[in-house]
């Protein structure tokens, strides 16, 4: 099965702009969807289908994908955003399903 | 409101079995795919199972596979896994997730809280 890559830290000032990225080679087939979770709770979908936003999802989270790379923005973090965030697809067989690593995002 | 609530969790020696539950309510289960995902203490998410909305297809990682049977009632919205011959390194939390499965698109839109199995002597 493929392998989904992430960065495993990344910071941004409060208010700034963070890119998230996710590098598989299943992203030339299949969507790519991201959740964040918060030390002691469950993940959250925030991005699904490569751009799409689940209701109650702020705007500030987006996603976006190009070739075998994809992207979480978050635009104007706050405080809240800090948590660890996984990128998610299948993999190129499409009868297994991968997570990335995870990058813990510190908003400074 | 989509609710998901595992249980069965617990502590299990080496070799042993445990069989997990998920009620849901809120949503019309029979429509959905459902999955079980695990988190080991300390470490990332990793996929372990995920089954059709009849219950017709089943897909498992390759940790688990031959060990982990997973299945589901749709007449009471319910979502199980039975785990066989366990070990140390199926300590994790396990939340199960309902799963969108379809074509292009996979992604769990819900979860549950997750419940702890601990794999230890």
């Known amino acids: 099965s493929s392998e989904l890559t992430q960065d495993p830290a990344v910071s941004v000032a409060l208010g700034q702009t963070v890119r998230i990225t996710c590098q598989g080679d299943s992203f030339r087939r299949y969507h790519v969807s991201w959740y964040q979770q918060k030390p002691g709770q469950a993940p959250v979908l925030v991005i699904y289908?490569?751009?799409n936003r689940p209701l109650g999802i702020p705007d500030r989270f987006s996603g976006s994908s190009s070739g075998d790379i994809a992207s979480l923005t978050i635009t104007g973090a706050q405080a809240e955003d800090e948590a660890d965030y996984y990128c998610h697809s299948r993999d190129s067989s499409g009868d297994h399903v991968v997570f990335g690593g995870g990058t813990k995002l510190t908003v400074l | 409101e989509v609710q998901l609530l595992e249980s069965g969790g617990g502590l299990v020696q080496p070799g042993g079995s445990l069989r997990l539950s998920c009620a849901t309510s809120g949503f019309i289960f029979s429509t959905y795919a459902m999955s079980w995902v695990r988190q080991a203490p300390g470490k990332g998410l990793e996929w372990v199972s995920t089954?059709?909305?009849?219950?017709?297809?089943?897909y498992y990682a390759d940790s688990v596979k031959g060990r982990f049977t997973m299945s589901r009632d749709n007449s009471k919205n319910t979502l199980n896994v039975q785990m066989n011959s366990l070990r140390a390194e199926d300590t994790a939390v396990y939340y199960c997730?309902?799963?969108?499965?379809?074509?292009?698109?996979?992604?769990?839109?819900?979860w549950g809280q997750g419940t702890l199995v601990t794999v230890s002597s």
């Open positions: 089954i059709s909305d009849s219950g017709g297809r089943t």
């Open positions: 289908g490569k751009t």
């Open positions: 997730a309902r799963t969108s499965w379809s074509g292009f698109y996979n992604y769990f839109d819900k």
